[in-house]
């Protein structure tokens, strides 16, 4: 049973007159870009879909597009131009602002691309398995592993939060500091932000399981594998030049791999054992979908 001043709080925040005074929230205004600001919608939906409709938000961060002709990238570079001399801090907001991802989404969009992400919606807060060298800093039992497997892969907003401790890889994207108001998110860009893509163990096996999907749904062959790598990561198809790329790297990474000593079980997915796949081959792919985790392209929105 909930104490009277929470049931008074819990109906005080859901009652028409606190939705009709709603807290602060991030707007798109002109020179106050993600900076607090108060607003009169009585509605979140509504506010929402204002600011993903409007012509402001659906600007490119870039000048020009790959499928634009040559008479529509003259005139877009040519006011790329304009806006830049005249605008250099985009506080006009002229076009989009590139921005990287929060390690949430960072980590949601990974589980997404390997076709790991449990979708299930509500329900109590989980807690994952966490890194050996952040289980030893908490005391016995403050982090009780959730008993369904399933459920460690479940969208980042269903993590448990503990003030004093943040998960590893929201760590490094800049999570704020739980202990403390925060009005806005810092942003960096530093070397462990790559080396944790690259090495964590959530990197490591949702590849595994990304590669296994690449093997079970593309055609038997190099060139519709990349294909779909790039589609399920990027949503695009690779160009020429990526995918020849792409087509080396998976032959060169093959060859060395067949010179050492591992067992089926360290390479090939647990989905994929029954099947008969070249496991170097499988190796190789997986090291390619790591690698796509790791392009500016998958972490930041243009």
Known sequence: MLGKHRQNTV?????????????IYPTFGACHLFSPLKCSLDSLNRMHRLLLTSATYRQASRPTGRAWTPRQTAAARESWQLAKRQNP????????????LEGEAIRDAILAAADDLNQ??????????????????????QWPITADVQDHRRRSTYLFVRRNLRFPIFEVFDKPDTNASCPRRNRST????????????LSLSAARAFA???????????????NLCYLRALGREPTDRERNLAATFLADDAAPLQQAVRTNDEIVAARLKASHVNRFEFAAMTDLCLSLFNLNEFIYID
């Open 120 to 141: 299930r919606r509500g329900g109590r807060g989980i807690r994952p398995p966490l890194p050996k060298e952040l289980l030893v800093t908490l005391l016995k039992k």
């Open 11 to 23: 109906a005080w925040k859901t009652s028409d007159k606190k939705r009709r005074r709603r807290r």
């Open 190 to 201: 530093i070397a462990a932000q790559a080396l944790m893509l690259l090495n964590f163990e």
């Open 89 to 100: 801090d985009n506080e006009l907001l002229a076009r989009m602002p590139r921005h990287q």
């Open 212 to 226: 296994a999907y690449i093997f079970l749904n593309a055609e038997p062959n190099t060139r519709a594998r990349i």
